[in-house]
Every structure is written in structure tokens, then in C-alpha cells.
């Protein structure tokens, strides 16, 4: 299970990207928009994540502005999505993911914060 607790004075938008072998030409799912309120949570997989992959990739970003990103680019919609790389949209923002290393763990909460 993949857990994010907004710890933020913010509503939160989350995204996050997964290994999906059935997507094609390249095996990453993209997902997105979970909104949490202030103190609140969302369960953005609710599988084993190590069952999955040892790596998975998120983004969020708060509605006065902040942000929590990282060095690996995408190009994701301002509207919910469930996406293979062989889909796009337009209108788009391009992105930097954090990657998160579950090292075996079939769980993560990640709580967003300052």
C-alpha cells in the first residue's frame, strides 16, 4: 500500500508512477490527481509495493504553490488520469518526480509537510 497524510496547511494534489509490464512502449504507469485535504489521507496503491517494483515515482503540489519534486521529468494533465506512456493530453505540465526506494517493503506512508 502506497499512503500519503497530508501534514500541509494546503489542499495537496498527488500523482504517482508505477511499473505496469502491460503498458507498452515502455512499462510505466502514470496516475493521478489524488486531493487531500489538510490532515487528510489517500491510498494512492492499495497492493504490495514490492510485489510491483523497488522503485516508484510521485509528485505533489499544493494549492498556494508549493511543491514536492524531484530530478525525473514527465509530462503529466491538470485533470485526473490513468495513463501508459503511448497516451497524452493537451493542455499538460511538465513535471519532477521523487523517487521513492521501497527496498523490500510492501507498504510506505509518505506524510507531506513543510
Given at each position: ?27 510505466w504507469r502514470r496516475t493521478g490527481w489524488w ?39 514527465e509530462n503529466v494533465p491538470h485533470s485526473v488520469f490513468d495513463w501508459c ?30
Open positions: 500500500m502506497l499512503k500519503f497524510i497530508n501534514g500541509y496547511s494546503a489542499k495537496i494534489n498527488v500523482m504517482i508512477e508505477r511499473l505496469d509490464n502491460g503498458c507498452r512502449p515502455e512499462p486531493v487531500i485535504e489538510p490532515g487528510g489521507s489517500k491510498v494512492a496503491y492499495g497492493g504490495d509495493l514490492a510485489d510491483v517494483n523497488r522503485y516508484w515515482y510521485w509528485f505533489a503540489f499544493a494549492t498556494d504553490g508549493r511543491k514536492w519534486s524531484g530530478p525525473f521529468p506512456p503511448d497516451v497524452a493530453s493537451s493542455p499538460s505540465m511538465n513535471i519532477g518526480m521523487r523517487k521513492l526506494d521501497v527496498n523490500g517493503a510492501d507498504d510506505k506512508v509518505l506524510r507531506l509537510v513543510q
